[in-house]
T-cell receptor, first 112, second 112 residues
Framework: QKEVEQNSGPLSVPEGAIASLNCTYSDRGSQSFFWYRQYSGKSPELIMFIYSNGDKEDGRFTAQLNKASQYVSLLIRDSQPSDSATYLCAEFRQTGANNLFFGTGTRLTVIP | DAGVIQSPRHEVTEMGQEVTLRCKPISGHDYLFWYRQTMMRGLELLIYFNNNVPIDDSGMPEDRFSAKMPNASFSTLKIQPSEPRDSAVYFC??????????FGQGTRLTVV
């Protein structure tokens, strides 16, 4: 089983809608989670991280973490065409060796 | 800081040739990661270093792949001999402990 699972999409939402991106993980020892955005042909860039259960908001972005369900999500409010990209979920696991595992990413398209 | 610097940005080589990819991490970061990204497999961790020491190389696909980090400011990933299936984008990333990794611009490798 892959450590981090994401729906590869593609996910299409109209401009102004809420985009919901989801990620599940297998290791209960995982401590922190990161959402990266990757535009086509570019490198991944960090947009949010979350350590604690609950919600964390940053502008139009909200990360949600539920450690009991081993579930992390990213909500994008008022989606813009410029949000169209692949979103990568990553977990940092500090059991044994420190390591950063990535999901395969969800491709989001925001339709004007 | 200029961020993580990778070279070359693009590399085209013939099957059987040796390929060397280079990375300069962000100054002060003590973790360095090498990732490979393909459409089929997403972002895969190949190897990572902590304080210049290789910690986990279980992601290195074959003995044809090797990586070194002779000092805190430089790392190489070498493929010898290269094969067409090695064609991918190779990313280097660096971080402090805690997993917030910053990526270089990547090297697009094409083996013909």
């Amino acid at each position: 089983q892959k450590e981090v699972e994401q729906n590869s999409g593609p996910l299409s939402v109209p401009e102004g809608a809420i985009a919901s991106l989801n990620c599940t993980y297998s290791d209960r020892g995982s401590q922190s989670f990161f959402w990266y955005r990757q535009y086509s042909g570019k490198s991944p860039e960090l947009i949010m991280f979350i350590y604690s259960n609950g919600d964390k908001e940053d502008g139009r972005f909200t990360a949600q973490l539920n450690k009991a369900s081993q579930y992390v999500s990213l909500l994008i409010r008022d989606s813009q065409p410029s949000d169209s990209a692949t979103y990568l979920c990553a977990e940092f696991r500090q059991t044994g060796a420190n390591n950063l595992f990535f999901g395969t990413g969800t491709r989001l398209t925001v339709i004007p | 800081d200029a961020g993580v610097i990778q070279s070359p940005r693009h590399e085209v080589t013939e099957m059987g040739q040796e390929v060397t990819l280079r990375c300069k991490p962000i100054s002060g970061h003590d973790y360095l990661f090498w990732y490979r990204q393909t459409m089929m497999r997403g972002l895969e961790l190949l190897i990572y270093f902590n304080n210049n020491v290789p910690i986990d190389d279980s992601g290195m696909p074959e003995d044809r792949f090797s990586a070194k980090m002779p000092n805190a400011s430089f790392s190489t990933l070498k493929i010898q001999p290269s094969e067409p299936r090695d064609s991918a984008v190779y990313f280097c990333a660096s971080s402090f402990v805690g997993g917030e990794a910053f990526f270089g611009q990547g090297t697009r490798l094409t083996v013909v």
